[in-house]
Nanobody, 126 residues
């Protein structure tokens, strides 16, 4: 079972920036993707962003597009989520997820990812 470990997060005022990082315990090339999901109190988990290892294609939710950037370092099996222009509604626990054999149409679906981190809190104050 692949392990994923998140780091980063914390507290920031609205308009500020934070960076999240995630490391996977091993490498794979079979339609591998790593992404971020988040869950705010009382709400369902939602997709934030993901990146494919093959081709480096990135996908974002409409709510973060233009403000967040996901990138990967294949040599280190890591992904980074740079979050700029943060808003109070971005407050949530952010989870890193990794998976293999994920087809494009399922990249935004949490159930397609087999490995999940413990989550890291991001709090944006107004």
């Amino acid at each position: 079972q692949m392990q994923v470990t998140e780091s980063g997060g914390g507290w920031v005022q609205a308009g500020g920036s934070l960076r999240l990082s995630c490391e996977a315990s091993r490498r794979t090339t079979n339609k591998f993707a790593m992404g971020w999901f988040r869950q705010a109190p009382g709400k369902e988990r939602e997709f934030v962003a993901t990146i494919t290892w093959s081709g480096g294609f990135t996908y974002y939710s409409d709510s973060v597009k233009g403000r967040f950037t996901i990138s990967s370092d294949k040599a280190k099996n890591t992904v980074t989520l740079q979050m700029n222009s943060l808003k109070p509604e971005d407050t949530a626990v952010y989870y890193c997820a990794a998976g293999t054999r994920i087809i494009t149409s399922r990249l935004r679906i949490g159930d397609a990812y087999a490995s999940w981190g413990q989550g890291t809190q991001v709090t944006v104050s107004s």
